[in-house]
């Protein structure tokens, strides 16, 4: 493995021969090893020509390591790409299971093991060689790709001789099913003589028994498949059906469709190979024909088709050896096939709509009546009222369909497939590279609405760097498409040849985009890939690959090596594609906590090490084991139905006419509306520096101030009138206006702190602050020790001020690691005390005066991970569930924390906790609403079941909440999901799935005074106006070309 943007070059030097080599030169042939030996003994002296670029077969430039004599086999490897879409770093292992070959039945760890991957940077996990990787010659195998923090993956195969090439992204648990369909099988079809493989990986906790059906042109079942469609998988293990192994199914008839089902979940994932090795292959995820999020108003989405389009990226390689054919060599065509995965439905007014590239209507064609599972075969160049060119695809009914683009280049032999993309407002696509090594990218970006058209901001990175090196502003047709060609198209001409990077697309108006990516590989005869860009939800801590392969041999023809003058031809047999049987993971474990703490000590359990992001598969919370497990849950959440009002009530606060605020709305950390009705949007991190927002009313005045001081300055009679609003400033009772450390009194700032900077540590205050009872300031504080990390041991906590400077009291808090991880805050300052006339409080909700609230309930709250404290005492209030068991008692204690809190509009604090509750049959996992009444806590709620979370909250964290006036809960989410609750009920659940939400994690959610919400992310912000009747959605595919010039 090595890091994407440090590419490197050798030379591979032949290495003496085995005593295995000179067997099989003498003809001694029994082994499938000795075959690849006997090949590299007759090649000779022609070795020393061999050449690597990169390292061995190393990164995306070793995708044709070797210029290799005829004689050569042809083994197939791998490149797991793994690209970290954040601003933090992330650590990454991944582990194989093998599944046939030299592998099989063995658990590795790649050998360089848990690699650091900085911020928008991405690390190469490289299978073409054995010292990489620690995977032996001839092995297929299944990966599992685990991270300290969500990332994406993409799965690179290629073929060493010739450069045949594939590509899939690998993805997350949430994605895994009982039920998927495979639209197309090929046995020996056309005269590249297809074959088709099916592999399938166990995600579920026990033994899977899975079967695969496969079914012909008309939909009629095979029945001659019998045991050979049966597999056993271990939990964790993976297997093939390779369609060579199956007698029943007719050679050269044209294939069919195929549905493999299992009783655990799993992914699956199809591919073509061909017969002869004289092609180019393909890998395609199959389609999930059992989720429970399909809606038919949403059609599927392919972002390229084409008729006759000319691609040719390549062309402007510099690399020496670019002068061959490549893979997207002349005009290519598409074919799309559409399968129906009703399992009893027949699909009668299936439709497929063809958007051309420059916008005129589509081209609509009506499927005939498909029953359950069967597909029908749509070539491009068979309608014959259809143009050469670039189209969208949308393909519609009112059953699920299955869909698959496959592009075929007839006069090279290239061959490039894909799914249906997901539409999102932000889609990274985490690889794309322009003359690099004989490489460049061509990305398609479909509008999904048909009515409308749709602006988007095309940006190209280089792995590691958030600095664009080149940025475009795209218009698409109502439900087109455009081509992006990065070594062709003029507004990329300031990426360089040599870029490997990754690539950005974001909506500016509130139109989904989906996207696909192709590779042309010049340095080969036929090699081409696609895959899918991929939405902020896509990316997940845990992803999972159903296939790689490491110099794997089983899907290639037999060798043709040409005889010497005294050699005699001897006829060799193919090895066939056959699964080999799986064992149960050894892999790494979770990190489950301890579940009891020493007697004493007033801190909770540290909790499961989490990744940030969604969910688990939408299920009543299981009862799991408190053990060891064999990979990390993912956190992509499930895949929504859209809510009510998922399509409209949507806006943007900060359009085009407020140029400033639009500029930084995606660093917006904290949000408050003020009793008057005006907004404010603190931006960045706490600090005086930080520049404010602020909204009038009526939404139509917009103000921008480059410091929350300044604001603080020019606005104080109205700030000192209406009072307080959270987390930007509090108002005591003589009219000072406080932040943080300083307090306006209308006349000058005043400072009650400093930050220290000492030699053995420091200490720094942020721009923070809340006021109890007596009007002393509790400041979060967060100080560095001298301890035996180099960078020093950070320790926060509140220091309480009085308003000439002294301190009066401090706390300490204990340090929680997923506190930084899942960025939540370090404590939550909280209050419902009064301040002139009223207060305004979280979420924009104004409290009336109230009566003086119970002894020891105090007016401020300090809302800390592990416990509640009620200044002016420094005491932690445990939360429910989270106290220590009675002494004597045998209960297990729990582990948890706080993860957000707000105040109802009844002036009463709300916690929201997750807590990993301990049984001695194992734990389960909850996320509860806690009340605090003043002298005690009132009957938590939890809200673990139900349509926001479904009981699945194993990943997932609340991080941010907000009430509206009428006592509605709004609650974010680490995974990007929205909800409302109200009486023990939810109401709109949302996610990037069924609104314009990015996935990105929630900062922060306003409700303001008309009972809009507003959330903050960081692709900046989204309002939202309950109440808003829902608009029928369609589903699309960005693209499909029939004979279309394209760059040309």
């Known amino acids: 493995m090595r890091e994407v943007d440090t590419p490197r070059t050798r030379a591979i030097r032949p290495a003496a021969l085995s005593e295995q080599a000179r067997a099989a030169g003498d003809g001694k042939i029994t082994t499938r090893e000795q075959r690849m030996a006997r090949t590299q003994a007759r090649a000779g002296s022609r070795m020393a020509g061999w050449v690597a670029i990169g390292a061995v077969a190393a990164g995306i430039g070793g995708l044709v390591s070797r210029t290799a004599s005829p004689q050569a086999p042809a083994p197939r490897s791998s490149q797991i790409v793994v690209f970290n879409p954040g601003r933090t770093a992330v650590d990454v292992s991944v582990a194989y299971r093998g599944t046939d070959g030299a592998c099989a039945g063995q658990s590795v760890q790649h050998k360089a093991g848990r690699q650091s991957v900085g911020a928008y940077g991405a690390a190469i996990f490289d299978l073409g060689s054995e010292t990489d990787s620690g995977l032996p010659d001839d ?19 290629r073929t060493d001789k010739d450069g045949a090439t594939a590509a899939y992204n690998a993805t997350p648990r949430e994605a895994a099913g009982l039920r998927f369909g495979v639209p197309r099988w090929r046995k020996g079809d056309d005269h590249r003589a297809w074959r088709t493989r099916i592999h399938a990986m166990n995600l579920g906790t026990g033994p899977a028994r899975a079967s695969v059906a496969f079914f012909d042109t008309a939909g009629r079942a095979d029945t001659g498949c019998g045991a050979a469609c049966n597999q056993t998988i271990e939990a964790g293990g993976a297997a093939t059906w390779a369609v060579d192994d199956i007698a029943g199914l007719a050679e050269g008839k044209g294939g069919g469709s195929a549905v493999v089902r299992s009783d655990q979940p799993m992914l699956v994932v199809a ?85 051309p590239e420059g916008g005129a209507p589509p081209a609509s064609q009506k499927l005939p009546v498909l029953v359950p599972s069967q597909s029908h075969v749509l070539p491009l160049a068979g309608i014959g009222d259809l143009g050469d060119g670039l189209y969208a695809v949308q393909a519609r009914a009112s059953q699920r369909l299955g869909v698959v683009q496959a592009t075929d280049w007839l006069s090279s032999g290239g061959l490039a497939a894909a799914g249906p993309a997901a539409p999102g407002l932000t889609v990274a696509v985490p690889l794309v590279v322009r003359a690099f090594e004989g490489q460049s990218s061509t990305v398609f970006v479909q509008n999904s609405d048909p009515d409308r058209a749709a602006n988007a901001v095309v940006e190209v990175f280089p792995h590691g760097d958030v600095k664009a090196l080149a940025s475009a502003d795209v218009n698409v047709a ?116 301890s579940p009891t703490r020493p007697g004493g000590q007033t801190t909770t359990a540290t909790p499961t090490d989490t990744p940030v992001g969604g969910t688990d598969t939408a299920t009543p919370p299981p009862v799991e084991t408190a053990t060891v497990t064999p990979t990390w849950t ?98 005591d009772g003589s009219g000072r206006v406080w932040i943080g450390k300083g307090f306006f009194d209308g006349q000058r700032w005043t400072e009650v702190a400093r930050d220290e900077e000492l030699t053995e540590g420091g200490a720094r205050y942020e721009g923070r602050a809340v006021l109890d009872a007596d009007d002393r300031a509790w400041l979060p504080v967060l100080s560095t020790a001298e301890c035996e990390r180099p960078t020093g041991c950070a320790l926060a906590g509140v220091r309480a001020f ?144 139900g349509a926001m979370f479904r009981g699945a909250v194993k990943h997932e964290r609340v991080t941010a909440a907000a009430y509206a006036s009428d006592g509605t809960l709004w609650i974010g989410t680490a995974s990007g999901r929205v909800g409302s609750y109200k009486l023990g009920a939810w109401g709109y659940t949302f996610s990037s799935a069924n609104s314009p939400l990015s996935g990105d994690p929630i900062r922060d959610i306003m409700v303001d005074a008309d009972g809009s919400v507003y959330i903050a992310t960081a692709s900046g912000v989204l309002g939202f106006t309950p109440g808003q009747e829902p608009k029928p959605r369609r589903i699309f595919a960005p693209a499909i070309v029939k004979s279309h010039p394209l760059g040309r």
């Open 139 to 157: 092995c297929r195998a299944a990966a599992v790709i685990q991270a300290s923090g969500v990332v994406m993956g993409v799965i690179v195969d």
């Open 802 to 945: 009085r308003p000439d400077g002294r301190i009066a009291l401090e706390i300490t808090l204990s340090p929680l690691d997923e506190v930084g991880r899942l960025d939540l805050p370090r404590v939550m300052l909280m209050s419902s005390r009064r301040t002139g006339p009223g207060r305004t409080v979280a979420g924009g909700s104004r409290v009336p005066p109230a009566p003086q609230q119970a002894p020891g309930a105090g007016e401020a709250w300090i809302v800390a991970p592990e416990g509640l404290y009620l200044p002016p005492s420094t005491a932690a209030v445990a939360y429910p569930s989270l106290d220590p068991p009675a002494p004597g008692s045998t209960a297990l204690r729990n582990a948890g924390y706080a993860t957000a809190s707000t105040v109802r509009p009844d002036g009463r604090l709300a916690v929201l906790t997750w807590v990993e509750m301990q049984f001695p049959r194992g734990v389960t996992y909850h996320i509860f609403l806690n009340v605090w009444m003043g002298d005690g806590w009132a009957s938590p709620q939890d809200l673990t079941g």
């Open 271 to 355: 591919g073509d190979v061909p017969a002869a090795g004289d092609a180019d292959t393909a890998l395609v995820p199959a389609v999930r024909a059992d989720d429970p999020a399909f809606d038919p108003s949403v059609p599927a989405l392919v972002p390229w088709a084409m008729v006759g389009r000319v691609f040719g990226a390549g062309a402007v390689s510099t690399d020496a050896g670019a002068d061959r054919a490549s893979g997207a060599d002349g005009a290519g065509t598409t074919t799309l096939v559409v399968q129906n995965l009703d399992e009893q439905a027949r699909a009668s007014g299936a439709v497929v709509d063809l958007f």
């Open 634 to 731: 993912p956190t992509r959440p499930p895949t929504a139905r859209p809510s009510p009002a998922a399509d409209s009530g949507w806006f943007r606060p900060f359009g085009p006419e407020a140029p400033a605020a639009m500029a930084v709305e995606d660093q917006v950390r904290r949000m408050g509306a003020a009793g008057d009705g005006v907004r404010w949007f603190r931006v960045s991190e706490p600090g005086y520096d930080d520049k404010v927002i602020v909204v009038e009313r009526d939404r139509k005045v917009i103000r921008v101030f480059d410091s929350l001081r300044r604001a603080v300055e020019a606005e104080y009679a109205r700030i000192r009138r209406q009072g307080a609003v959270r987390d930007l400033w509090e108002v």
């Open 478 to 593: 109502a439900g087109g498409t455009v081509a992006l060609d990065l070594a062709r198209d003029a507004r990329f001409e300031s990426v360089p040849n040599g870029t490997r990077g990754w690539l950005r697309v974001r909506a500016i108006d509130q139109v989904p985009v989906a996207v696909h990516a192709l590779v042309d590989v010049t340095r080969s005869r036929w090699g081409v890939y696609a895959f899918e860009g991929q939405p902020s939800a896509a990316a997940a801590a845990a992803l999972f690959a159903p296939v790689v392969h490491a110099r794997y041999l089983g899907d290639q023809p037999p060798p043709t090596a040409t005889p010497a003058v005294t050699d005699t031809p001897r006829a060799t047999s193919r090895a066939t594609d056959t699964p080999a049987p799986t064992a149960t993971p050894t892999g790494p474990a979770t990190l489950t906590p």
